[in-house]
């Protein structure tokens, strides 16, 4: 019988020694331990800085189509998870070691959680290429067994400050490129919020060994449960964090009277743009709800080896770039995306609209996220066309798996309940202000009622807004919630039994 992994089982190689109590089993998935959902195991494959080769994309295929559901799953860190796994076989493990794709130390292979923008090397605004370091902090993770001590969900991002910006993501250590004062380019200092410090690229690694020094100090590395990097720098204060961090390091931290500038996104991970080397472009190709069969993939692969420089990048808003094409080829490209019914327009309906896995795959959720979001992709895409990109999210919970950055319209996961039966609903937020989610404009609707709503609010947008280049949320954002229930008007739309229980 062939050795096989399990679920929860981890194969430790005889050459290295770790103490089990120091390495207990990640809540997060991985390729070493498999973690339960609804629908099979969930296999989750670190990809740094989001660059995967095509010989890397084949063996994630073939895992895919013998042990999973057939499709590959891109997540909102620009890794990749197979579901509906049951059992593989250790050779399929081996095979991604042998490509790459996992850590030859299986115990740190959770943590090479490291982020870079999708175009870092090939983008025309950035003011440093992120990549160099990015490996060199895969390497130095791979090479120390001692990190797998860190929390599950340790990462780290590098923004280039180029035109596709990854700052917002929730990376627990973040560098963002910046031109001070004194002309010269430094990395600034992200802890959850901005510092005032800035470094030299050289000094990147060096910072982030202390940072994470200073934090295994912190914790009881015996526990199993590890606090949150940044819970850990919020307990003790950032400034006394950085104290600490300052006495492990061999050269002075500089700081800066820069205020850091906050970039807009650009929407330029999908769409063909100009590279910052002459005559190359990319395409960035939206994938529904972040789901591409394997199929699809491999056709992706096969354009990447022919047109590109046969590498994929995969970004966390879960759509694909296809880098390094040859501007002559580009519309080829293009329509050889479109045969096989993907589609690049960053102002289509369905490449705004993210789910989080939803009641289907996940215990905490209530509502069917993902078929609510097909739903409406569907419905949205055969009835309007928009000309400015507007990010649709649903949320089975609160937790917001799916999507951390601000967004249009966000649905969150409701359970509605009147004379004795149950149904799937959504209360609907809209801008940007007040929470996370912007601000509550109607509670428990009905799934059934959804599409219609969310078209009339982008109908009555369309119609209303000041001019062409108002977005969505600005929009929003000029009236009081009574105002706009006035203007959206969706009484009529209402028609199912459970109409009553909205606002
Ligand atoms: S947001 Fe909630 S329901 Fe959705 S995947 Fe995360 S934990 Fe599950």
Known sequence: MSASIKTSSVNFPPEISVNQSLFDTPKCPGIFYQTPARDGNIIRVRIPGGIINTLQLSAIIDLAKNFGDANVYLTNRANLQIRGVREIPSTAVTSLQQVGLAAVIPEIDHIRNIMASPTAGIDVEELINTLPLVRELDNYICSHPELQRL??????????????????????????AVRD??????????????????????????????????????????????????????????EKYLELVKSELPFVLKRTNIQFDERENKHHHLDIHQQKQLNLSYIGIAINLGKISTSNLQKLGEIADVYGNKTLRLTPWQNILIPDIENQNIFKVKSEIANIGLQISASSPQSGIVACTGNQGCK??????????????EYLTSRISLDLPCKIHLTSCSKSCAYHGKSDITLLGATIEKNGLRTEGYNLYIGD?????????????PSTEISAVVLKILQIYQEKRQDLQETFVNFVNHYEIPTLQKLFNIDHLLTSIFKEVKD
């Open 433 to 445: 202000l007040e929470t996370n989610f912007g601000r509550e404009i109607y509670r428990n609707l």
């Open 181 to 238: 004062l004194d002309g010269e380019i430094y990395l600034r200092l992200l802890l959850g919020n901005s510092t005032n410090i800035v470094i030299h690229q050289q000094q990147c690694l060096p910072v982030i060994v202390a940072l994470i020094k200073v934090y295994l100090m912190q914790v009881n590395i015996h526990t199993s449960s590890k606090p949150r990097f940044l819970e850990v720098v919020k307990n003790l204060g950032t």
């Open 364 to 377: 905490a959720g209530i509502t069917d996220t993902k078929a609510m979001a097909t739903i409406l992709a």
């Open 151 to 176: 929390s599950a969900k340790f990462s780290v991002g590098f923004d280039g400050s180029g035109t596709v910006a990854i700052y917002q993501q929730p990376n627990d250590i973040k560098f963002v």
